[in-house]
DNA sequence: CAATCATTGTACCGAACGGTACAATGATAA
DNA sequence: TTATCATTGTACCGTTCGGTACAATGATTG
């Protein structure tokens, strides 16, 4: 018996995979332990090895937060925009039990291999996220600010949530900072 | 020639390279390169291995903290020791440049290992700094809203400039951080 | 049917991993 | 000076690492 799998259905398993383990963390046996994929397979779709791997899970990231998140922020209403990125993104992290590998990548050496990508992500959530406050009514300064703290914000409540491993916390932490962009927009 | 060493020396320099390579990524073989200091000398000091090492500067992390941000914020007067907090946490991490150990362990499996020290980490943070903000005139219910997003705020601005690799977003964070603060407590 | 070819399982590679054993070293104190 | 003992350098252990080679598999196509 021998199953027969597709490139595009790999990527979310190896996703979960290096959230939870990390990239150093995750060796080519853990992946085969946890997915049933062999090697043979792996190296078959994959051909530069993990950090090809790696690669293309920040790349299916990026564009599920492209369509889902960056792309309402630029083209459509702006307040309900906001409001949809709060809870797409509470439902994304799974209210903080799902990190964003993005920013976990960024906080070691693997930085180094995926400096470009991980750069793109933070630049294009903020500068989406500033278009959709400033066409709400905010300055361009007051807007640049307000949408880093926003997803710094995010970033930060990941690592608390986990840290004292309490869901409520990230919940939480998304209602205040939604609440304070509400006071700012009108 | 032998080079003889503290184990109060070694701890600083293993936290450097945990800090820059998470604890995964940290090798024998690396600390090795990296200080001159031999497997010999570890398992000297570290009967334990990587996790002993890993373990003994999370508690030196953890001391640091509570003697130079814990304590003040508990103990002396409240609007002063935040202000020391904001200007010590930014100097601690080099205005963004070195990450919280902490905190990334927090985001991986690694998590596992230290889940009682990570989370004592921040609990520790939290209850210091609510209690600071109560003293100043903040509602418990509002002091604990704002203490958890000051700690994850710092958390998420070292994710954010270290992903920007923009030291400048850091420090902005801080000081948008502590306008807030400023503007409740008043 | 036969031929093709993408896909997979398995065996294997050298290097690096965390960890152990132990003799050589050298400062300290009797 | 000699004995002691904490400390260190080195050689080595079995295991796992990322990666390669390749034959077996089996669906697709002519």
Same mark, same amino acid.
């Given at each position: 018996?021998?199953?027969?799998?597709?490139?595009?259905?790999?990527?979310?398993?190896?996703?979960?995979?290096?959230?939870?383990?990390?990239?150093?963390?995750?060796?080519?046996?853990?992946?085969?332990?946890?997915?049933?994929?062999?090697?043979?397979?792996?190296?078959? #779709?994959?051909? =530069?090895?993990?950090?090809?791997?790696? $690669? +293309?899970?920040?790349? *299916?990231?990026?564009?599920?937060?492209?369509? /889902?998140?960056?792309?309402?922020?630029?083209?459509?209403?702006?307040?309900?925009?906001?409001?949809?990125?709060?809870?797409?993104?509470?439902?994304? #992290?799974?209210? =903080?039990?799902?990190?964003?590998?993005? $920013? +976990?990548?960024?906080? *070691?050496?693997?930085?180094?291999?995926?400096? /470009?990508?991980?750069?793109?992500?933070?630049?294009?959530?903020?500068?989406?996220?500033?278009?959709?406050?400033?066409?709400?009514?905010?300055?361009?300064?007051?807007?640049?600010?307000?949408?880093?703290?926003?997803? +710094?914000?995010?970033?930060?409540?990941?690592?608390?949530?986990?840290?004292?491993?309490?869901?409520?916390?990230?919940?939480?932490?998304?209602?205040?900072?939604?609440?304070?962009?509400?006071?700012?927009?009108?």
């Amino acid at each position: 018996m021998k199953t027969v799998y597709e490139r595009a259905d790999i990527v979310p398993l190896l996703a979960e995979i290096f959230r939870e383990l990390g990239y150093e963390g995750t060796s080519l046996s853990r992946i085969t332990e946890r997915t049933g994929i062999g090697k043979g397979s792996l190296y078959h #779709f994959f051909p =530069g090895g993990k950090q090809e791997m790696a $690669g +293309a899970v920040l790349a *299916d990231v990026d564009g599920w937060f492209e369509h /889902a998140i960056y792309q309402p922020l630029r083209k459509d209403d702006a307040s309900e925009a906001i409001a949809a990125m709060w809870t797409n993104v509470n439902d994304y #992290f799974r209210s =903080g039990r799902r990190i964003c590998l993005v $920013g +976990a990548f960024a906080l *070691d050496e693997t930085r180094e291999r995926f400096s /470009a990508e991980i750069g793109d992500y933070f630049i294009r959530w903020i500068d989406a996220l500033r278009s959709a406050l400033m066409r709400a009514g905010c300055s361009e300064g007051e807007a640049q600010t307000l949408a880093e703290e926003g997803v +710094a914000g995010i970033q930060g409540a990941l690592v608390l949530s986990r840290a004292l491993d309490d869901r409520m916390v990230f919940t939480r932490s998304l209602d205040t900072l939604a609440k304070r962009f509400d006071s700012v927009m009108r």
